[in-house]
């Protein structure tokens, strides 16, 4: 009955979806009045059935209905709750709900709440949202029907694949969705804008904070997705270049470039056109990275469907969609008159360049990941990884860092070196000075060492935006944009020192003996064998103590799941302010010692503490840009009511 | 005054189209460039046979692990096997955790690059992990090509 209401509840938003594409299309063309008042009720609706249906997906996984195909083939009685839940998206149908959900919700606020455009461009805007949700609508109830009922219900399910089987499976997947679909109002808005012909300043303001939204969930995304492959793979690494890991990098490379230049139209006036086009290149990386992610082209824990029908539609509707844009955008960008002229020495050049080394950053992370799908194409299997993106991107990631130290101490328009002489010696000197000492006194790696030198002089140049002026009244985008910079320092930071200074220790221990890793000290107590809700384990007793100091235990641990079979390497982790120790067990020697893989990893941390630190100034900026237009609405009804009253 | 002053908004956006065509051509180009001398490519072991690929180079190894061939070395970390598709034969060393699903007779995949003396130094060892999840490489080659390869070799 629930799956029923569920499926009747899709179908409904679908038709809904379609009067929404339809009503806004007319509209916005030829301002029929009546369709035009159906299209913001619509959107609503659709987004409020949407979330029901997902809703009743959730609880058929809660109540393990085992008649529903999906449930049966994902989930398992015996799963802990949190799982149970987590598992209504951990599956091809289930997250193709979600993503219609999370494009639906988001359409359905910007017809709640955005007022401040012009109607045929809202309109327009709406119309798009909706044309995109169609296609994925018919994508879910002609191919991936998630409420498919089975004739007969099996004895219990198949169970989650348990490298999913991580508390991080819950939000690790809905933030990156929120974040991924999210950009699709950064796509609708663009083309509404461009339909309509109203590329403006109050247009980047409108668009802003949805993609900030976006952004903020996408940045959560990524890093909690990097923190659960750190220690869930027990690899000791934290990125490794994986396709799916680049299909969420490139949104994020796309949509930060966005946010850049909607500030510069939002308070200059310039770079139109490009604004424009970065909104529908962030959405299309969206629906690149789903497609790569999803078709089952690569074959990694994220890939649901092996079905060669999905991966087909879903790249109908990619080309549908980027194609229909580009042709829009190709057809307009001549409409779009040039922007207010700037100096190349301004905080409007400083941001050129922030966007166009994202861009080729964005250019060579999609070369790199589409290659070996190009080659295969011809017979031949490569696979790409570090060797080829650490290096050519940070040739553009590096002075990108060293504009950013310095761009927001610009002045908008046109601005002289003189002026800020001072915090550009500051910075120079924080930063040369760390070079010296580093090169110096340690035989880093380049690319590690002009890391750290450049993450030192992002950081003391994060904050010299706030020189000189009162903390108290510092607008809350201008805090932002500081803390992010500054996580971004962190971040880079984190990740220098990781690669620079990181140690490891591989070795076969018995029982009862010791190891150590640079300043840490480990015993090998015991390892026994203990038992979870749906896994068996050999677990390692040990205590380890850092540079003499008092004993921790830790517990790593080979899990054998037996729903479905298979193992999984559970690390244990000792986290210290400056940095991590990584602990894995491997199996058992002839001999009887076990093999044990240790990592002193110092401020490893620190590479997510920054991503934390970035979405938390995506968050103050969000807040202050939310509150502004609030305070704004409130004025403009208090003048509306004043007025009212004076005429009465 | 400044120059730019004097110039005309179309020819701003003019150069600043240029700005990014020359970036984006040009990160283009060194992506090519690079992805050509720092791709790893995929060899089977009658592949290596046939025309090994530089010492040093980065390459994926990927077959069949020969039953009987496993041999652990007595730091307890090490181990030696042989990775063979039929028609080659190739010793691997590895030092490191295996994954779990590491058996003999099953397909493996393999990062590494070959020394001089023909021997495979694996960094890396994917296994397969089960029918729903494996290293891309084997998906194909296991089922089809490989277990022929392989049957036909013991027969």
Redesign the interface.
């Known amino acids: 009955m629930i799956a029923e209401l569920g499926l009747v509840a899709l179908w409904l938003a679908a038709a809904l979806a379609g009067l929404q594409f339809l009503g806004g299309w007319l509209g916005a063309r030829s301002d029929n009045a009546e369709l035009a008042a159906l299209v913001r009720p619509a959107a609503v609706l659709q987004a409020g059935l949407c979330a029901f249906s997902f809703a009743c997906l959730v609880y058929l996984f809660v109540v393990t209905d085992l008649s529903v195909a999906l449930v049966a083939n994902n989930s398992h009685s015996m799963k802990p709750m949190i799982f149970k839940i987590a598992g209504a998206w951990s599956n091809h149908e289930g997250s193709m709900l979600l993503w219609v959900s999370v494009m639906a919700v988001a359409g359905g606020l910007i017809a709640l709440v955005e007022r401040r455009l012009p109607e045929s461009t809202m309109l327009a805007t709406l119309a798009a949202q909706a044309f995109v949700g169609l296609g994925f609508y018919a994508f879910m109830l002609i191919s991936s029907n998630p409420f498919a009922r089975l004739l007969q219900p099996p004895a219990d399910g198949n169970g989650l694949n348990p490298l999913l089987q991580d508390v991080a499976a819950a939000y690790h997947p809905t933030t990156l969705y929120v974040g991924y679909v999210g950009l699709s109002v950064a796509f609708s808005f663009a083309v509404g804008a461009l339909l309509t012909r109203q590329v403006t300043p109050e247009f980047a303001r409108v668009m802003r904070p949805w993609v900030l939204g976006a952004w903020i969930f996408l940045t959560v995304g990524i890093t909690a997705g990097s923190y659960w492959a750190y220690y869930e793979l027990g690899w000791g690494g934290w990125w490794f270049w994986d396709p799916v890991e680049n299909a969420s990098l490139m949104p994020w490379l796309a949509a930060t470039a966005l946010l850049h230049s909607a500030s510069v139209l939002a308070a200059r006036d310039a770079l139109r056109a490009w604004t424009i086009m970065l909104g529908v290149v962030a959405f299309s990386m969206s629906m690149i990275g789903t497609f790569l992610v999803r078709s089952g082209i690569l074959t990694s824990v994220h890939a649901f469907a092996v079905d060669p029908e999905r991966g087909s539609f879903i790249l109908i509707l990619l080309a549908l969609y980027i194609g229909g844009a580009l042709v829009v955008f190709a057809m307009r960008a001549s409409t779009v008159s040039e922007g207010e002229r700037f100096s190349p020495m301004s905080r409007e050049g400083a941001l050129v360049v922030n966007n166009v080394a994202l861009s080729a950053i964005l250019a060579i992370v999609l070369l790199g990941t589409l290659y070996p799908l190009l080659t295969e194409a011809f017979g031949v299997r490569v696979s790409v990884g570090p060797p080829y993106f650490n290096p050519v991107s940070a040739i553009f990631f590096l002075p990108m860092l060293l504009v950013m130290a310095v761009g927001p101490l610009l002045n908008w328009r046109k601005d002289q070196f003189a002026r800020v002489r001072l915090p550009v010696i500051v910075i120079s000197v924080a930063g040369i000075g760390v070079l010296l000492g580093a090169w110096l006194l340690s035989d880093m790696g380049l690319l590690p060492l002009l890391g750290l030198a450049l993450s030192i002089a992002v950081g003391v140049g994060s904050f010299l935006p706030m020189r000189g002026r009162s903390l108290r009244r510092l607008p809350l985008p201008v805090w932002g944009m500081c803390i992010a910079h500054f996580g971004i320092a962190v971040g880079v930071f984190g990740m220098a020192a990781d690669s620079a200074f990181q140690q490891e220790r591989l070795v076969a221990v018995a029982v009862g003996g010791e190891t150590s890793v640079g300043p840490w000290r480990a015993r090998l107590n015991a390892v026994e064998p203990i038992a979870g809700p749906n896994w068996t384990a050999m677990q390692a007793d040990m205590e380890v103590s850092h540079d003499g100091g008092a004993w921790r235990t830790a517990n790593p641990q080979q899990r054998n799941f037996w729903q479905p079979p298979q193992e999984t390497s559970e690390v244990a982790l000792i986290t210290r302010w400056n940095g991590q120790l990584y602990v894995a067990v491997g199996t058992e020697t002839e001999d009887g010692r076990w093999q044990l893989r240790l990592w002193w990893k110092p401020f490893v941390t620190w590479i997510w503490y920054g991503g934390l630190l970035i979405a938390l100034g995506g968050a103050l900026a969000l807040v202050g840009r939310v509150s502004v237009d609030l305070r704004r609405r409130s004025a403009a009804r208090q003048i509306a009511a004043r007025k009212a009253e004076v005429t009465a | 005054m400044?120059k730019?002053?004097g110039?005309k908004?179309?020819h701003?956006?003019l150069v600043?189209l240029v700005?990014?065509l020359v970036?984006?051509i040009?990160?283009?180009l060194?992506?090519?460039w690079?992805?050509r001398s720092?791709?790893?490519?995929?060899y089977l072991p009658s592949e290596i046979v046939a025309a090994a690929p530089t010492p040093g180079q980065?390459v994926?190894l990927g077959g069949m692990v020969e039953s009987g061939s496993i041999k652990?070395q007595t730091?307890?970390?090490t181990i030696e096997f042989m990775v063979v598709d039929g028609a080659g034969r190739i010793p691997v060393r590895f030092?490191?955790?295996?994954?779990?699903?590491f058996v003999e007779g099953q397909g493996v995949v393999a990062?590494g690059h070959m020394l001089a003396d023909g021997v495979f130094v694996a960094e890396?060892v994917l296994a397969k992990?089960?029918e729903?999840?494996?290293?891309?490489?084997l998906?194909s080659i296991d089922r089809d090509e490989l277990r022929r390869q392989l049957e036909t070799s013991l027969e």
């Open positions: 400044t730019t002053q110039i908004a179309k701003q956006r600043l700005v990014a970036a984006l040009g990160a283009g060194l992506a090519a690079a992805l720092q791709a790893s490519y995929f980065a994926r652990p730091d307890g970390v030092t490191g955790i295996l994954p779990a699903l990062d890396n992990h089960d729903n999840y494996m290293p891309r490489d998906a």
